[in-house]
């Protein structure tokens, strides 16, 4: 018979395994299958991609401001290596 885990245990090991704790590791300390947590891991991935679209916040910069945008760049460097240099 299949044990049954409650939705926030779930989530509090994906959530650690998302924050670099590893399948093996989990295994050892929760007795969870390894198979399960990526199975969790996987459904996780999943309803974040479906429920957050990709929509990126970053203006458009028209093309033709790109170049203006390269020069203040470089003035900013020089500036900032400037005042690294000053006591």
């Given at each position: 018979?299949?044990?049954?885990?409650?939705?926030?245990?779930?989530?509090?090991l994906v959530k650690e395994n998302i924050q670099g704790k590893r399948y093996p590791t989990l295994e050892k300390e929760e007795g969870v299958a390894?198979?399960?947590?990526?199975?969790?891991?996987?459904?996780?991935?999943?309803?974040?991609q479906i429920s957050q679209p990709h929509t990126t916040n970053f203006?458009?910069?028209?093309q033709k401001e790109i170049p203006d945008l390269h020069k203040r760049i470089a003035e900013l460097e020089k500036e900032n290596l400037f005042l690294k240099r000053s006591p």
């Open positions: 018979m299949a044990k049954a885990y409650n939705e926030e245990f779930k989530k509090q390894k198979s399960t947590l990526f199975g969790w891991v996987k459904k996780d991935s999943e309803e974040c203006p458009v910069i028209p």
